[in-house]
């Protein structure tokens, strides 16, 4: 079946514009994850969104930074005014929370390489 | 509060030697044990995972870990390393009796296989 999808694969923008990431996660996965990856380094989590429930937006790193998911599939992360630290790889996962492969394992989008120029 | 460690920054291993990289962990209730790895300029695959049961995990591409709850450590291990191995590997947990699925991520271990 098909995977978690990220659009777009790469995005160049100035300092200052607006962008909008998009995940589409896998069919039926309840959950959804959103972390930033800088070059080489580790995962910082950004968002999780579980069911109906209010998000988890603990890990968003200023107000400039939104996300929201619509229908309970298709998310969008919203980056206000950027700034040049915010150039990395924008990774979004989703993973079941049902049955036997309900115990949390995520699957990855490919990821979207923001460039702040 | 829940932590994952992965003491190496970086494991060196000649091709056709054995190789592990470590991950330490600490939660309240019951582990769930992740294994994942990033090839270079990819997104993360999912290799392995321990819920219950056995020690060790069988995953993709000939890798296996142990559970050692004493020793609350979940190390990823191959018999005889490839070149095709190198990649960033990272251990993440999660508490079992929690419902929040979120997973608590290691900073990652750059594992290089030299021929």
């Known amino acids: 079946g098909a995977g978690v999808s990220q659009s777009p694969s790469n995005k160049v923008t100035e300092k200052g514009k607006d962008v909008e990431l998009r995940c589409d996660p896998i069919?039926?996965?309840?959950?959804l994850y959103w972390y930033r990856q800088s070059l080489g380094q580790g995962l910082e989590f950004l968002i999780y969104?579980?069911?109906?429930?209010?998000?988890?937006k603990s890990g968003l790193p200023s107000d400039r930074f939104s996300a929201e998911r619509t229908g309970g599939s298709v998310s969008t992360l919203t980056i206000q005014r950027t700034q040049q630290e915010d150039s990395a790889v924008y990774l979004c996962?989703?993973?079941?929370?049902?049955?036997?492969?309900?115990?949390?394992?995520?699957?990855f989008g490919p990821g979207t390489r923001l460039t702040v120029l | 509060a829940q932590s994952v460690a992965q003491p190496e920054d970086q494991v060196n291993v000649a091709e056709g030697n054995p190789l592990t990289v470590k991950c330490t962990y600490s939660?309240?209730?019951?582990?769930?044990l992740f294994w994942y790895v990033q090839y270079p300029n990819r997104g993360l695959q999912f290799l392995l995972k321990?819920?219950?049961?056995d020690n060790l995990v069988k995953g993709s591409y000939g890798f296996e870990a142990e559970f050692n709850k004493s020793q609350t450590s979940f190390h990823l291990k191959k018999p005889s390393a490839l070149v095709s191995d190198s990649a960033l590997y990272f251990c993440?947990?999660?508490?079992?009796?929690?419902?929040?699925?979120?997973?608590?991520w290691g900073a990652g271990t750059k594992l290089i296989i030299k021929p």
């Open positions: 969104f579980q069911g109906n429930s209010a998000p988890d």
């Open positions: 321990y819920i219950t049961g």
């Open positions: 993440a947990v999660r508490d079992g009796t929690d419902s929040n699925y979120q997973l608590i």
């Open positions: 996962a989703s993973s079941t929370t049902t049955g036997l492969a309900g115990v949390g394992t995520q699957y």
């Open positions: 939660v309240s209730g019951n582990p769930y």
């Open positions: 069919s039926g996965h309840t959950a």
